[in-house]
């Protein structure tokens, strides 16, 4: 009869953000994460077809817990609001900054955040879409879209908001 292991999945996303963190995406592998677990190389298959889904595993549960965090801000103050955000947005890249900075990794994750870029800024443009009833702009779907766009340029890149939001607070002063 088979061992029942418990948590299984859940101890192999941590278990893989563990040595991504520690040892590298590079240096991680399905073995080392299945060796760590105490289970079968082939368990770790049933769960995740490669290295690569269980990063990306990670990865998507900080975001879901990012977006969280930033839908529990309030948004009385555009300008508070959108510094809080980027803020928010800003720590998720440099807490994800062992992957970002991965030939091997980058290699991996660049098709697939590729693909997963416009849905990644539309829900990042719905938490913004509320405060973009302060603005004098029409198109206020557009506008948190724009923003959204921004923010997950800038923030990527090591770009602070006070040079960015001089961008945004003309666009939300003016028609």
């Not at 101890?11 to 299945?34: D, K, V």
């Not at 269980?54 to 309030?74: I, R, S, T, Y």
Request: proline share 4%.
């Amino acid at each position: 009869m088979p061992k029942l292991i418990e948590n299984v999945r859940e101890n192999l996303i941590r278990e893989a953000r563990h040595q991504a963190e520690t040892i590298g995406y590079s240096s991680m592998t399905i073995r080392s994460i299945s060796e760590a677990c105490g289970i079968g190389t082939g368990t770790v298959y049933n769960y995740f077809p490669s290295k690569e889904h269980l990063a990306a595993a990670f990865m998507l549960e900080d975001w879901e817990k990012l977006l969280c965090g930033m839908k529990k801000l309030p948004c009385r103050d555009p300008e508070t609001f959108l510094e809080s955000v980027f803020g928010l947005l800003r720590g998720f890249f440099i807490s994800h900054a062992f992957l970002f900075r991965d030939r091997k990794a980058e290699a991996a994750y660049t098709g697939s955040v590729t693909g997963k870029h416009p849905l990644l800024r539309n829900q990042l443009a719905g938490v913004i879409l509320p405060v973009c009833a302060y603005s004098a702009a029409e198109d206020k779907p557009f506008l948190s879209e724009f923003i959204a766009e921004s923010f997950l340029s800038w923030a990527g890149c090591g770009e602070n908001f006070t040079r960015l939001y001089s961008v945004i607070r003309f666009i939300f002063e003016n028609k």
